[in-house]
């Protein structure tokens, strides 16, 4: 609890920094006794977990922080046995299904059975129902998502889950349905600086305004990263300077690079590098969807109107063949030869023009 | 005969020779009825007519009513009634009177004055006319006996034979009564000896042209005849006793025809010497006293190093045998494995090698029982004991067939009953094992299996290839003929290019198609539709990916069958994404995009197969590679490299992802976040963030600011499990290392961006260790400090924690019935006394103990409420250590 990030959460509703008037909503359903299966969604970083948080804690009082993290073992049909790590209280158990791969059915089905089944010894003062969270719902495979449906209308006398997502849009609609869906925004720039500044004054700091924003906006709208990036600026060098250098996750760095190489030199051998870069990127587990949309973001920059329209809806398509096929580098790789003969043409047209 | 008429008369060309000799025998034949014409006029009439008579009189003879004439037919003209038979027999005479009759059939035409008029000049007047009457005279008469040959003949034919010999009436002459199918009677005449004989002559003197022709004919037809026969025959009689054969003795082809001698076999002569030469090395041991004379000086040796065979000298040769002995006179190999293809023929090197170079080939195969314990019973068996029953009192050579499948203790054992010896050598060797004594031939398919690793390092690696397809093939032709199988040369090498070298799949399709098609002919189609080839034709991943990127002229269907047979689609899928780039020149990346647009559909068809479980589109997989080859192939030669990005990409992904679930299995729960924002945010940032910048490096002369930040770094490290370890580096000096390495993930490429210098880190790991001592010093104080709210434990944190612990307990008073679910809880007090009972003595220490905790619960009922989390009721008070003691 000594990084900001975990220190300076918001324990309570009330506390919250922004969106507040969702918190107001959020208690009041709290307050009613019917509270119904959550769906929450919104970008990474934008303060889902510490929301649903604070909303246990509304509901169970301060036990709920008490944590702790076990492992649970399941198996599969297959007889083979998957670990996977929970974090529970006395009232809640969250899991992240995902983790286990393809036998994430298995998990959501047994886990949600022995929640909702064990819970019903003093049911008499609490609340009749415990809590399951379950992170990264939307990379779940549409087997468990299946599997999830029938168990939320069975158990939905004893258990409640909240699914946390970042987009619902590959939450098959029957989730949607069943669920209260709450999006939760990322914050803006400013938000996201004043958040720094209230911050760093319970730190006893003093942070200029300028490297505030400039922070914020590094960090692409994501609160933890700003502060992250905010603490790491005063690791590196404390009386804050507006000009100061912010130090960013390198990840973020090598996709700019990487479009920059692409840009440079359209070539077979340039490919072959690139190539390089693209596994570099996959083998630290960066999404290939995010990697997709930061070199089209710096690629486009480059663009003329016609172009980016084109480069954009290449992308677009080979992204979707991505999700349908299992190798990433191939359609990586091909976006980026697609992107380069168009460029290279382009170049060379307007050159052609040129003389 | 150069002027002779009919030159161009094939026949006569060929048999020159023979008509030289006629042409002497009979000098009044033809010849010299063509030479006629410078001949005078009356000479040529002489002779003329005895050849006309003679022509013609051959066919008179066939004409001539048989029965009546059996008797008196001249033996000659019998044999004549054969030619119509034979079409060239006819030819010949047919041409020879047509010669004949165009010449003297010209004679009316001719004007004679312009032929022979150079000689008239010589001649006076009168003799010109009186030869040219002569001449015209003769013209007409042969002219008459061409226009009536049968007249005159019969006229020649009766007076000597129908009106002589045959009479209607009982004649005066010594005579046979005959009976015609009318009932007439009709007297032949008995003739004399000689008169027949004189007969006889004339007649076969006339016929003799037409007789040996008719004969030398007959004969070649003969000849020919007897060829085909003896053709025809030979299939029939070889081919029905092998059938019989067959069907008598089980046997296989392929062991009827193991080959017998080292000459018969068919595998590459220096795998067989290399063999050989290994196991004459062992000559030393097993046979002590042959072998120092027979220690050959002089021969070619397989050099290990090398691989390869040298032709060596004599001194030479002494000295380069030399590394391959041990010094107990062993080679240093103890183990030969033979490794190749299935049928190649490699169980059958061994067998007859071992048994050339003097051994008795004991073998033991998968068939057998390959556990540990029968294993080491059967070598024991055959490399120290010696056959009793063999005649030749033969030593053994184990021969370890299918060693590939063998389990991995098994070849375990093998190797330490190799090696074990090898070196404790002679020392050892009374006690409990003896050195290996006896050769060791292993064989297997596959040299690189996993169980063979330890094999490998320690026998002779005798790679024995397929045998080569003219080879092949002549053996396959000997087989066939011996078989009684008709196999041209062509099918036979289609069918050794087919089998690949595998002499064995070959041979049993011989044999196969002969059992099924009952007949001795072996065509292509035959070869065509055998099935191998395509039965387990494996091709490797590199074959298939070479093929990809060569242009394949000859067989343009064959890459398909290559990828099929390679199998490994998604491996093959890769190796020609790795490579695609260096196939060709590519300035406007439409290679590059149609290539790898093959490649996306590939890993969609493969994705959507795995996920869906549906195979229906399996089979594209392999369209979808093949045509990239329509893009990507070249006729120059690359290097192709074994697929490994792929799977180097996933390894190191592997172990950066195992880094990250560390930390985020290590990370205490209150922190605990989900695994993208470690990966994305937290860990990224991480190094920065425990790198801090201190002033001096030592820890002692910092301002309480910088310690404060030293001790923020250390609990951060807590919090997520992160460790200085100290590690001893290759120079000897002790680093502190951070473990789990976060910078691996954090940074791309090797070098680290954010370091903090060693005095740094040092200090950070020893404030950890004393963080981490605080903590678990808190854990164990847990209750005591929860009973406080917090606010000890955290004094950074303590006012914002204390409004919450604060707002905590108000909603705990606000729900009443929790705070009605304590008062049932005074009934605890029962729970002391069962303390009491299992602790014996101890009982007052820790009542006096407790007698202080009580009250303190009792006094605070909010406290006592959080004791009651659980549910479960065994957890209801602190029993120190202490307490118990």
């Known amino acids: ?355 | 005969m150069s002027d002779y008429p009919d030159p161009d008369e094939e026949y006569e060309l060929m048999y020159a020779d023979e008509l030289e000799m006629i042409n002497e025998e009979e000098p009044r034949s033809d010849a010299k009825v063509v030479r006629k014409k410078p001949l005078p006029a009356k000479r040529s009439l002489d002779f003329s007519s005895p050849f006309t008579n003679n022509t013609l009189n051959s066919f008179d003879v066939n004409n001539v009513p048989t029965p009546s004439t059996i008797p008196v037919d001249p033996p000659g003209s019998e044999e004549i009634t054969l030619t119509p038979t034979i079409p060239l027999e006819d030819l010949t005479p047919s041409t020879n009177k047509r010669t004949a009759y165009e010449l003297f059939g010209d004679i009316e035409d001719i004007d004679f004055n312009e032929m022979e008029m150079p000689s008239k000049k010589q001649k006076t007047e009168e003799e010109v006319d009186l030869d040219l009457i002569e001449k015209i005279l003769e013209g007409r008469r042969l002219k008459q006996i061409l226009a009536e040959p049968s007249s005159r003949l019969l006229a020649n034919k009766c007076s000597y034979n129908v009106k002589d010999n045959l009479s209607l009436d009982i004649p005066r002459w010594a005579f046979m009564p005959l009976t015609n199918s009318d009932g007439d009677r009709v007297y032949v005449r008995f003739e004399s000896e000689e008169s027949w004989e004189k007969s006889l002559d004339s007649t076969t003197e006339q016929t003799s042209l037409h007789a040996t022709y008719a004969n030398t004919w007959v004969e070649a037809r003969k000849i020919l005849e007897a060829k085909q026969q003896q053709q025809t025959e030979e299939h029939l009689t070889q081919s029905l006793p092998d059938i019989d054969a067959d069907v008598n003795n089980n046997m296989l082809w392929v062991d009827k025809y193991r080959p017998t001698s080292y000459l018969d076999l068919l595998s590459e002569e220096p795998v067989n010497r290399a063999l050989l030469h290994w196991l004459h090395l062992w000559d030393k041991i097993v046979f002590k006293k042959e072998v120092k004379t027979k220690e050959p000086q002089q021969r070619t040796t397989f050099s290990k190093r090398a691989g390869q065979f040298q032709l060596t000298n004599k001194w030479k040769g002494k000295r380069e045998t030399e590394p391959e002995v041990d010094e107990d006179g062993r080679p240093h190999y103890k183990v030969a494995l033979l490794c190749g293809p299935p049928g190649v023929g490699k169980t059958t090197l061994a067998h007859l090698l071992a048994r050339i170079a003097g051994y008795r080939p004991v073998e033991l195969n998968a068939s057998d029982e390959r556990s540990t314990e029968a294993f080491r019973n059967a070598i024991q068996s055959a490399t120290l004991m010696r056959s009793v029953l063999d005649v030749d009192r033969r030593p053994n050579c184990l021969i370890l067939d299918e060693i590939d499948g063998a389990p991995l203790p098994t070849v375990e054992l093998l190797v330490r009953w190799c090696t074990a010896t090898a070196t404790e050598g002679k020392g050892k060797s009374k006690t409990k094992t003896q050195p290996l004594k006896r050769p060791i031939i292993a064989i297997c398919n596959d040299l690189y299996a996993t169980s063979l690793r330890p094999l490998r390092a320690v026998s002779l690696v005798v790679q024995v290839g397929g045998a080569s397809a003219a080879r092949l093939a002549a053996r396959l032709a000997h087989v066939c003929a011996r078989e009684g199988l008709r196999i041209s040369a062509h099918v036979a090498s289609a069918l050794a290019a087919r089998a690949q070298g595998d002499v064995r799949a070959a041979i049993q399709v011989l044999s196969f198609i002969k059992a099924k098609a009952k007949r001795p002919q072996l065509n292509m189609a035959d070869v065509e539709n055998a099935a191998i080839g395509t039965k387990d034709c494996h091709k490797s991943l590199m074959q298939a990916l070479q093929a990809v990127f060569t242009v394949n002229d000859k067989d343009p269907g064959a890459l398909l069958k290559t990828i099929n047979a390679a199998g490994e689609y998604d491996r093959l899928a890769d190796g020609i994404f790795e490579h695609y780039l260096t196939a060709r020149v590519d300035g406007r990346f439409r290679i590059a995009c149609e290539t790898l647009s093959w490649l996306m559909l590939h890993d969609t068809i493969s994705s959507w197969t795995s996920r869906t479980q549906n195979y229906s589109l399996y089979s594209a997989l392999p369209l979808c590679l093949a045509s990239c080859h329509s893009v990507l192939a070249s006729r120059t030669p690359q290097r192709i490299g074994f697929p490994k990005q792929a799977m180097e990409m996933h390894r190191t992904k592997v172990e950066l992802d195992s880094i990250v679930s560390a930390v985020e299995r290590g990370s205490s729960p209150s922190v605990s976040n989900s695994r993208s924002a470690l990966r994305f945010d937290i860990l990224p940032l991480a190094p920065y963030l425990l790198t801090p910048q201190l002033r001096s490096a030592n820890v002692q002369f910092c301002s309480e600011v910088e310690r404060k930040t030293i001790r923020v770094c250390a609990s951060a490290m807590c919090d997520y499990a992160l460790q200085y370890v100290q590690v001893r580096s290759g120079e000897g000096l002790y680093t502190y290392v951070l473990e789990p390495d976060v910078n691996k993930v954090a940074f791309f490429g090797s070098e680290e961006k954010v370091r903090p210098p060693p005095a740094i880190r040092q200090a950070i790991a020893r404030e950890q260790q004393l963080e981490v001592i605080r903590r678990n010093e808190e854990m164990a104080n847990r209750v005591p400090a929860r009973s406080k709210t917090d606010d000890v434990a955290h004094p950074s944190t303590s006012k914002k924690d204390d409004k919450q612990g604060g707002t905590g307990k108000a909603k705990q008073r606000a729900l009443p019935n929790h705070l009605q679910q304590l008062k049932p809880k005074e009934i605890t007090k029962i729970t002391p006394q069962v303390h009491k009972d299992f602790f014996g003595r101890v009982v007052p220490i820790s009542h006096g103990h407790r007698s202080d905790a009580v009250p303190d619960v009792i006094a605070s009922s909010s406290v006592f409420y959080q004791y009651q989390e659980g549910f479960n009721n065994a957890v209801r008070r602190n029993v120190r250590t202490k307490d118990l003691l």
């Open chain 1, 1 to 355: 609890m000594s990084l900001w990030v975990d220190k300076h959460r918001p324990r309570d509703l009330m506390k919250l920094d922004f969106h507040k008037d969702q918190a107001v909503r959020l208690k009041s359903l709290v307050q009613q006794s019917d509270f119904p299966h959550l769906l929450v969604y919104g970008p990474s970083g934008a303060g889902k977990k510490t929301r649903i948080m604070c909303l246990l804690r509304e509901l169970y009082g301060s036990g709920v922080e008490r944590l702790r993290q076990e492992t649970m073992t399941f198996t599969t049909p297959s007889n083979k046995k998957v670990e996977i790590m929970t974090v529970s209280s006395n009232y809640h158990i969250e899991v992240n299904p995902t983790d286990v791969g393809i036998y994430d059915r298995v998990v959501i089905m047994d886990l949600v059975k022995n929640v909702a089944q064990t819970h019903q010894i003093d049911s008499s003062g609490q609340k009749e129902f415990k809590v399951v969270i379950l992170n990264e719902v939307d990379d779940l495979t549409k087997d468990a998502q299946h599997a999830l449906r029938r168990t939320m209308e069975k158990y939905v006398a004893t258990c409640r889950l909240i699914l946390i997502a970042n987009s619902i849009s590959r939450v098959i609609p029957a989730i949607r349905s069943r669920c209260l869906t709450i999006r939760v925004p990322a914050p803006t720039e400013n938000e996201i600086a004043s958040v720094l500044q209230l911050v760093c004054k319970k730190e006893c700091l003093n942070l200029p305004p300028e490297l505030a924003l400039r922070i914020a906006k590094a960090a692409d709208r994501n609160l933890r990263r700003a502060l992250l990036m905010c603490e790491a600026c005063k690791v590196q060098q404390y009386p804050f300077t507006p000009d100061q250098k912010i130090p960013e996750p390198d990840w973020q760095q090598f996709i700019r690079e990487t479009a920059n190489i692409i840009l440079s030199e359209q070539s077979p051998k340039k490919l072959s590098e690139v190539r390089q870069k693209l596994y570099e990127l996959i083998i630290h587990g960066v999404p290939p969807d995010m990697i997709f949309s930061g070199l089209l973001k710096e690629l486009v920059r480059n663009c003329d109107m016609a172009m980016k329209c084109q480069v954009a809806s290449h992308a677009a398509s080979y992204e979707h063949r991505m999700r349908l096929g299992n190798k990433p580098i191939f359609h990586l790789e091909a976006f980026v030869a697609k992107f380069m003969s168009i460029y290279k043409k382009f170049v060379e047209e307007s050159l052609g023009d040129a003389f």
